[in-house]
């Protein structure tokens, strides 16, 4: 009889012991998914920021054949009045500071279009890191989620053995999903 009590009672320490465990895990899951909402929000997020600059640049791409267009009609203009040159100099020559004025405005303008350009590059770079750093949430979540699991398993089951057999699974599995993040940090760009 004093076997068998102490046998139960250390049963229910490893109950509770396990209970415990699972909380802990489940705390962890929350706070992973805490983390993993925020590395969607900031995703999301610069999917927009990317969206809108490339509706900038589109609409830049636009001023610039608009420019061009323009560019060209007064460079037609400035062929037709060199015939009556002598009448039309004054006119001529501010359509030739007009003609200057745009080209300036057309080369700043593609100068901008570089920058935002290299600032989306920029961005989907980030962006991809930001998807990686996802995954790799996405995939500890999953193994979270799975120990969890199997304490819960653990704890209803009847059996000493098969706890045993599953504390020891628990961890194997720690110790392989430890090795594995040390693995993930040291292969992640800084």
Do not use: F, W
Not at 24 to 40: G, I, P, S
Not at 60 to 81: F, G, R, Y
Not at 120 to 141: G, W
């Amino acid at each position: 009889y004093e076997q068998l009590s102490r046998d139960l009672h250390k049963v229910e320490t490893i109950n509770r012991n396990l209970e415990m465990q699972a909380e802990n895990m489940e705390l962890e899951v929350k706070n992973r998914e805490a983390d993993l909402q925020a590395v969607k929000a900031k995703c999301d997020h610069s999917d927009q920021y990317i969206e809108n600059m490339l509706q900038q640049n589109d609409h830049l791409k636009t001023q610039i054949i608009s420019l061009n267009a323009k560019v060209e009609m007064l460079t037609a203009d400035l062929a037709e009045n060199r015939i009556a040159r002598d009448s039309v100099l004054d006119d001529l020559n501010g359509v030739n500071a007009l003609a200057v004025k745009l080209n300036t405005d057309k080369v700043e303008l593609l100068h901008k279009i570089g920058e935002q350009n290299s600032e989306v590059e920029k961005l989907h770079t980030e962006l991809t890191a930001l998807k990686q750093e996802l995954l790799a949430a996405l995939s500890s979540i999953e193994d979270e989620r799975h120990r969890s699991k199997t304490l819960e398993k653990l704890v209803t089951e009847s059996s000493s053995e098969a706890r045993e057999t599953v504390i020891k699974e628990i961890r194997k599995e720690q110790h392989i999903g430890i090795s594995e993040e040390g693995q993930i940090e040291a292969d992640s760009p800084k």
